[in-house]
């Protein structure tokens, strides 16, 4: 047996390093979108992306807080995601928070248009998440903006379900 620094080729390393990526599951979480806006519809939508951009994702690095979806000739973008450079050495740059194309389908498409347009509603992005095959997924919610005074009710609410619960375990 040899001793001195592992092999950074040895299969048991290759796979403790690719357990810090995410192949499905939760890339990036807008945990605030839920607070600020009552959602009342879901939508699941494809992203375009390009190479470096997915590995950025697979390390979990994006941020959702400020970004929000509306249409440009007739299609559907989401704008001001950010996703950070991807530091492996990549030749091809990209835009950190450059406008990305959503992949819907058009009766979805026109269905959010509507109920933006009837509602004054907001599209607001809640999710980066990679499905079981591995694509990269965007979970829009059709939000309304909340007031100060329905965050306080919502605050409330979530405590008082937190006390209640504590209450139940505490009898058994």
Known sequence: MAFGPPNPYFPAM??????????????????KARFD???????????VLKGPEVKSLRHGRATLTDAWAGER????????LYIPEYQGGVLSRFEPRAPRKLL??????????GAVA??????????IH???????????GVGEGR??????????????????????????
Request: charged letters at 35%.
């Open 14 to 31: 290759a796979e403790a390093k690719k357990k810090s990526l995410i192949s499905h599951g939760v890339a990036a979480q807008n945990r």
């Open 130 to 140: 990679f499905n079981e095959k591995g694509r990269a997924k965007v979970l829009l």
């Open 147 to 172: 007031k100060k005074q329905d965050k306080r009710a919502v605050i409330a609410d979530r405590d008082w379900k937190r006390d209640k619960a504590r209450l139940m375990r505490a009898r058994g």
């Open 73 to 80: 000739e007739g299609e559907m973008w989401i704008f001001n």
């Open 104 to 113: 819907l389908k058009q009766k979805q498409i026109d269905s959010l248009l």
């Open 118 to 127: 009837r509602q004054g509603a907001t599209l607001v992005p809640l999710d």
């Open 37 to 47: 806006y009552a959602i009342k519809e879901t939508v699941e939508a494809g992203l």
